[in-house]
């Protein structure tokens, strides 16, 4: 009879605390993720920046990188990350989780899972938007581009939604206002790294957490 008193007593206990302690729960980290083209080298590189610059402000976030390269009514990612990618964040931060990364394409169930979907490119956000009947409505509400809060560099005050490519260059002049490197020069890659360390990254981290 004691067994059975002290029992229900126990189960009486949990009733009256269970509830106070599912009321305290940890705070729920942003989730973003970034999508470039193969997912080789610019949305992981922004991936990585994020964690790390996030990191240093004791801000717990969680960030993904996709491709959004849609050939053939599907998107298709790289084989690997680009080897300059992963020697360039080595060079800023010492050995990254980029190492072991294995690109992969852009997915309903990532979108699903991001607070925020950061497009590292017009056409790669055009792609995913046309593919309506893969994602449905998963993507409203949650697209951004990379470069649109950064300050304007040319004359014409051109709003931006592109990173550079490393890989060959794309829109060099417009950014830099020198010629693209050659073909995936190592210079390149860490020349895009340092702008969104520098620049696209906190203008962009502004307008998704306004905290400062």
Known sequence: MREREREREREGTNNIIQPNMEMVKPSTPSKLLFVCSGNSCRSPMAMIVAEKMEA??????????????????????????ARNAIKALEAEYGRTRLEEYEPKPLKKEDIEKADKVIFLGAEFRKNAEDAKKL?????DGKAMYYCTYVNKQDSKDKERHEVPDPLDGD?????????????GQFRSYTKVLKSMIKDFYPALRDELFQDK
Not at 61 to 79: H, P, R
């Open 56 to 81: 240093e402000r004791e801000k717990i976030i969680e960030s993904d990188s996709a491709a959004g390269n849609f050939k053939n009514g599907k998107f298709v990612a790289s084989q690997s990350p």
């Open 135 to 139: 994602f449905g409505d998963a993507l």
């Open 171 to 183: 829109n060099w002049p417009e950014y830099y206002g020198e010629e693209k490197p050659g073909r």
